[in-house]
């Protein structure tokens, strides 16, 4: 089924509304249950209950959960050998870029005698999860593993589902291993976060939790995270918003559209246009694309939340992708870059015709684990930072309680803490007393 075009200006508020509506899952309530069933499975049952979920979901039982050290160079026996020079390529790069975005500490002298610092520190024990799903996704080891390894987390722990054979696919493996994690798990879904959350079944519990997935993955990381335990970001289906004008090229939008539209059946690809060849254009090339593609039964159903809109112009196409706020946002317009400045919500932007969003989900160095469903206004996709902390300190010698000592006995005083008040004015006492 072709999405049909949509005049935004024909469109009164709820209709517009309605039209940019992310796909939601059938039966949510259904899916919080079984998934709080399965936490609570997980959490009681330890290892015994691990590879029984593995066992239903997988089609494979395993003595051992943990990956053995002798594995991993058979992964690398394995690896085809042009797949093994395209990762380390898309390494390189993404390594590269996330080095240069790392933030140092920094420290100020606020007032005289007091020295005020921001210092950075790795989260301990981290938990990364890689989906399969239909493939196995190297590329997100590399995504999680790269900035884990340089924030200098010491305790990298990694879980991705088995194949039937019950082994782990080599890309995969091979990825954990140029990014110096040692610990991978052959678990999924699930099973997988309540390991890492809980710290079950020969699993460390993990301080934070990384890692794309599906609808039960996104549901189980929303749980455990109200439980206390740390999350990335909150996830939602895959999207991408394109915005193009009367140059863009056909043939490549609606590839982009298609390529994000694979992802699963409750993906969503919007394209914006002021030029309605354009659009008419990208719909026949939709029709001729899709049914020659591997995903052509996932692209039937996810097609069914494309949206293919006309717009005035490019400036109030990007006031509805700010509003929208895209997980992928695609500037397939003349001088792109002109418009950068207009962005205010995206997880990740392209700019031009030669900017494929396949590009960063791969190799470009960007990072591919990013905000969706409208997360995008409050939340960054991954980078060094996602897994750090930062500790602020003071340090304050008799001089510089003489000088701000005072401010802070007022503003207790307001707020009626008198023993915030007296830890301050005790001290100052003290100082008077010997001067």
């Known amino acids: 089924m072709l999405p049909e075009v949509h005049d935004w200006d024909a469109l009164d508020g709820a209709a517009r509304r309605a039209l940019l509506e992310r796909p939601t899952a059938v039966g949510e309530t259904r899916l919080r249950e079984e998934v709080a069933v399965l936490l609570r499975e997980v959490r009681t049952g330890g290892a015994p209950v691990l590879r029984a979920l593995t066992a239903r979901f997988d089609g494979c039982a395993l003595e051992c959960l943990e990956v053995a050290p002798g594995d991993f160079a058979r992964a690398r026996r394995e690896l085809p050998a042009g797949l093994a020079a395209a990762m380390q390529a898309a390494y390189a790069r993404i390594e590269a870029f996330h080095r240069a975005g790392m933030a140092a500490g920094y420290a100020l002298q606020t007032a005289p005698g007091v020295l005020c610092e921001r210092l950075p520190r790795p989260i301990a024990r981290v938990g990364l999860y890689v989906p399969a799903g239909s493939a196995p996704l190297p590329s997100t080891a590399l995504m999680l593993g790269v900035p884990a390894r340089l924030a200098g987390c010491q305790d990298i722990v990694l879980c991705t589902p088995p194949r039937r054979d019950g082994s782990a696919d080599p890309a995969v493996l091979c990825a954990a291993a140029a990014c110096g994690i040692e610990r991978v798990f052959l678990l999924g ?192 996709g991954l980078s060094v930072a996602s897994f750090q902390t930062w ?13 701000i000592g005072a401010d802070a006995v007022t503003l207790a005083r307001a707020e009626g803490l008198d023993a915030h008040a007296a830890a301050v004015s005790r001290r100052l006492a003290r100082l008077e007393a010997m001067a």
């Open 189 to 380: 879904g699930v099973q997988a976060i309540g390991a890492m959350a809980y710290g079950v079944g020969g699993v460390p519990r993990c301080d934070k939790l990384f890692g794309p997935g599906n609808a039960h993955v996104s549901e189980a990381k929303r749980q455990v995270g109200a439980e206390g335990v740390a999350i990335d970001l909150p996830a939602g289906p895959s999207e991408v918003l394109v915005i193009a004008d009367a140059g863009a090229d056909a043939e490549f939008v609606a590839a982009d559209l298609l390529a994000q539209a694979e992802h699963g059946p409750d993906s969503q690809a919007i394209l914006l246009s002021d030029c309605p060849r354009l659009l008419a254009a990208v719909a026949g090339e939709i029709g001729r694309q899709a049914p020659t593609l591997a995903r052509a039964e996932i692209l039937a159903r996810s097609l069914r939340h494309a949206r293919l809109v006309r717009v005035p112009d490019i400036a109030a196409a990007m006031r509805i992708s700010n509003a929208y706020a895209p997980e992928h946002l695609i500037l397939a317009v003349r001088a792109p870059r002109r418009w950068l400045d207009a962005v205010a919500s995206a997880g990740s932007v392209f700019l031009g015709d030669h900017a494929p969003e396949t590009l960063g989900d791969y190799c470009s160095g960007t990072n591919h684990v990013l905000p969706t469903h409208g997360a995008a206004r409050a939340f960054s």
């Open 391 to 403: 500790i602020s300190v003071q340090e304050v010698d008799a001089q510089g309680l003489r000088g």
